[in-house]
């Protein structure tokens, strides 16, 4: 009994428990033509298919899908080991100046489609410090997070939208 006791104790921190960690390097290309309907747009991108671009506040994020199947807190993950460089006011072609924020903002969301939960990291990759401007071109990511039956699939809904 004494064993199998010990033994339950060992295991709950495994088992309640679980991290994401990773790094993520973002593969900037030169600024790109991009047509919506009948209007275009010459942004700064990167390659992959965590790129989006929001028509309407005229910014770009990185919505990166983390491949992990349990659920998480929505802001537990923290970025380290970031590598910036610096763009010109240029480079930004017809972004939104007003709308580059002076940190990543990044969040966590979990989504739940079709019974199966997903994880994304959700950033700004472009920043604005003092007059300047900087891109993201590397990262590192981590979270300890709990597998409660906590959801964010709506707020996650609502922000896609806004995307």
């Known amino acids: 009994m004494k064993q199998a006791l010990i033994l339950y104790f060992f295991l709950i921190p495994f088992i309640s428990f679980s991290q994401i960690n990773g790094s993520f390097t ?7 033509e991009m047509s919506f309907g009948d209007s275009k747009v010459i ?43 610096s763009m010109s006011i240029t480079d930004l072609g017809d ?20 019974d199966r939960k997903q994880t994304f990291l959700f950033l700004f990759p472009i920043i604005k ?11 590192s990511y981590s979270s300890s997070n709990s597998t409660s039956k906590r959801s964010n699939t709506t707020s996650f809904q609502k922000n896609c939208r806004n995307l």
């Open 26 to 32: 973002l593969d900037w290309q030169n600024k790109k």
């Open 43 to 85: 942004i700064p991108f990167f390659s992959g298919s965590g790129f989006r671009y929001d028509t309407t506040k005229k910014s770009i994020t990185l919505l990166l899908n983390l491949n992990e199947t349990g659920t998480s807190s929505a802001n537990s993950i923290q970025i380290t080991n970031v590598i910036y460089e």
């Open 129 to 139: 410090e003092g007059n300047s401007y900087k891109r993201i071109k590397s990262f």
């Open 95 to 114: 972004l939104a100046k007003e709308n580059i924020p002076v940190k990543p903002n990044e969040t966590l969301k979990t989504t739940t489609s079709r």
